[in-house]
């Protein structure tokens, strides 16, 4: 069955003969040998999900186009099975199809939306999904195709989740289509600038030397993101980039450099901590007439953040964690649940020797419990009382 080249073929030797060879094929069975076993589909929908991270050198753009035009043949193909066959077992395969078909767009978006026919292809399977029909049906050999308008087409999609599928898929198309660079420049959709660039932009080389990345001053705001924040005044902005907005006065403005899971951003902010107008209608012409504008302090900090943390912690102690959602509850059981026993099973009788074993080992389990309860609090204590700054928790400029 995977009997895909001869031994002595000198092309099969390379990584991506190779998988310019597997994808195609594992495309085909998927379309024509193995549409119809449910118990093969969605191990080899994951496995296809699994090579579009896969990138090999030299690239042949056919056969990425080739294996998004087979999922969404594939797809089609499911959607359009008789009424009897629309069950949750189709729809689950459908929705797993849609995420492949995802995972390929974001992938490699330069190679597929490149070519007008694949963008095509991949858009009518998305409206397939959300609508139930698309909007240009081939007819007969002899008849010119129909097509039906959007505002004429009723919504009736193979079921909400297939819906909600299709949907999440043309939200990850419209992310990635047109992002910077294109489909020629550098496979990145990150900002391109950096603290060295900024620094150069903002101020002069006099300056630019002396401080350097030092303006920049790193927080942590959330797990997997980090925030550059540089401070400086309006008017030291180079005509290239000074904001065009009337509103903004030479006062204090902010440079943020946000890196996170999805990349690398810069924004730029102006900080104003009272309104450019006063609260009545007479401060309004009075505004014009103002020489100084009014000095405000800054707002006091909230404290500590490791002090708010542990209030909230302490605050959700009292309420039960949810590892399952309510409606469990009304789920009946089956058979399978019933293979392990409780511990009530287990230990038989009240005062039993099962039965003391069991307490002992509630307790121990307790009071190892509260042992590492009262182990994790101390800690933050002493991380709370640490002078501040603490050089093992400060965070440094990027060398």
Same mark, same amino acid.
């Given at each position: 069955m995977f009997n895909i080249f001869h031994v002595g073929d000198a092309t099969a030797n390379t990584t991506s003969s190779f998988f310019n060879i597997l994808t195609p094929l594992l495309c085909g069975n998927l379309v024509y040998k193995w549409k119809n076993d449910s118990s093969v589909i969605l191990y080899l929908l994951e496995i296809i999900s699994g090579l579009s991270s896969v990138h090999v050198t030299p690239v042949d753009p056919s056969t990425y186009r080739h294996t998004v035009r087979s999922i969404c043949e594939f797809i089609t193909n499911q959607c359009n099975r008789e009424k009897k066959d629309h069950k949750r077992q189709l729809h689950s395969i459908i929705v797993a199809a849609y995420y492949c078909l995802s995972s390929w767009i974001v992938q490699h978006v330069n190679l597929l939306l490149s070519d007008r026919e694949c963008v095509? &292809?991949?858009?009518?399977?998305?409206?397939?999904? =959300?609508?139930?029909?698309?909007?240009?049906? #081939?007819?007969?050999?002899?008849?010119?195709?129909?097509?039906?308008?959007?505002?004429?087409?009723?919504?009736?999609?193979?079921?909400? +989740?297939?819906?909600?599928?299709?949907?999440? @898929?043309?939200?990850?198309?419209?992310?990635?289509?047109?992002?910077?660079?294109?489909?020629?420049?550098?496979?990145? &959709? @990150?900002?391109?600038?950096?603290?060295?660039?900024?620094?150069?932009?903002?101020?002069?080389?006099? %300056?630019?030397?002396?401080?350097? +990345?030092?303006?920049? *001053?790193?927080?942590?705001?959330?797990?997997?993101?980090?925030?550059?924040? @540089?401070?400086?005044?309006?008017?030291?902005? #180079?005509?290239?980039?000074? !904001?065009?907005?009337?509103?903004?006065?030479?006062?204090?403005?902010?440079?943020?450099? =946000?890196?996170? !899971?999805?990349?690398? *951003?810069?924004?730029?902010? *102006?900080? +104003?901590?009272?309104?450019?107008?006063?609260?009545?209608?007479?401060?309004? %012409?009075?505004?014009?007439?103002?020489?100084?504008?009014?000095?405000?302090?800054?707002?006091?900090?909230?404290?500590?953040?490791?002090? +708010?943390?542990?209030?909230?912690?302490?605050?959700?102690?009292?309420?039960?964690?949810?590892?399952? !959602?309510?409606s469990i509850s009304d789920i009946p059981l089956v058979e399978a649940d019933h293979i392990i026993p409780s511990l009530d099973e287990v230990g038989s009788e009240l005062g039993s020797n099962v039965r003391q074993e069991i307490n002992v080992f509630k307790k121990l389990i307790t009071t190892h419990a509260s042992l590492a309860k009262e182990v994790g609090l101390r800690c933050v204590q002493e991380k709370i009382n640490a002078p501040y700054p603490d050089p093992i928790t400060e965070a440094q400029a990027p060398m």
């Open positions: 095509w &292809t991949i858009l009518e399977t998305i409206e397939l999904g =959300i609508c139930g029909a698309k909007s240009s049906n #081939k007819q007969a050999k002899n008849e010119p195709p129909t097509t039906i308008l959007k505002g004429q087409k009723p919504l009736v999609p193979s079921s909400k +989740r297939v819906c909600d599928a299709a949907e999440a @898929c043309l939200s990850n198309l419209m992310s990635v289509a047109g992002s910077f660079p294109g489909p020629f420049g550098t496979d990145t &959709t @990150c900002s391109q600038l950096a603290e060295d660039n900024i620094l150069k932009l903002i101020m002069d080389e006099e %300056s630019n030397s002396s401080k350097g +990345r030092s303006e920049f *001053h790193y927080f942590w705001s959330e797990p997997n993101l980090i925030i550059g924040l @540089c401070e400086f005044p309006t008017n030291s902005f #180079k005509s290239t980039i000074k !904001p065009k907005i009337d509103c903004l006065k030479d006062g204090p403005a902010a440079i943020l450099i =946000i890196r996170g !899971p999805f990349g690398r *951003h810069v924004w730029i902010t *102006h900080m +104003r901590l009272s309104p450019l107008l006063g609260n009545d209608s007479n401060s309004q %012409s009075n505004y014009s007439d103002q020489k100084q504008e009014v000095v405000i302090n800054r707002p006091k900090p909230w404290g500590c953040f490791l002090d +708010r943390l542990i209030t909230t912690v302490t605050n959700n102690e009292n309420v039960p964690a949810l590892n399952f !959602p309510q």
